[in-house]
């Protein structure tokens, strides 16, 4: 009977420490996940799309002035009033 097993040789036993396992032993090694804004299903943090509902997932759109001070928001109204400014005193 012919051994199949011809390339296995005594000594060629995988080594843990050369190939580690890729499980999440830890709960800190855990992907991260949220939940989808459209539908609420949880995804992976760092999704395109999610997989539920197929929806683009974008972070942080959901609204312009969130996150921003009020200092940046009035500096900005106030270059958008200079520029209008500036471009109705210089028309004719």
């Given at each position: 009977?012919?051994?199949h097993r011809w390339f296995e040789q005594s000594g060629d036993e995988l080594d843990d420490?050369?190939?580690p396992d890729d499980d999440y032993d830890n709960d800190d090694?855990?992907?991260d996940t949220v939940a989808c804004p459209e539908c609420g299903a949880e995804i992976y943090e760092d999704a395109v799309r999610c997989p539920a509902c197929g929806?683009?997932?974008t972070p942080g759109?959901?609204?312009l002035w969130a996150g921003?001070?009020?200092w940046w928001i009035l500096l900005g109204l106030a270059g958008i009033a200079a520029v209008v400014w500036v471009l109705l005193a210089a028309m004719p």
């Amino acid at each position: 009977m012919t051994n199949h097993r011809w390339f296995e040789q005594s000594g060629d036993e995988l080594d843990d420490h050369e190939y580690p396992d890729d499980d999440y032993d830890n709960d800190d090694d855990q992907p991260d996940t949220v939940a989808c804004p459209e539908c609420g299903a949880e995804i992976y943090e760092d999704a395109v799309r999610c997989p539920a509902c197929g929806q683009y997932v974008t972070p942080g759109a959901g609204s312009l002035w969130a996150g921003r001070s009020l200092w940046w928001i009035l500096l900005g109204l106030a270059g958008i009033a200079a520029v209008v400014w500036v471009l109705l005193a210089a028309m004719p």
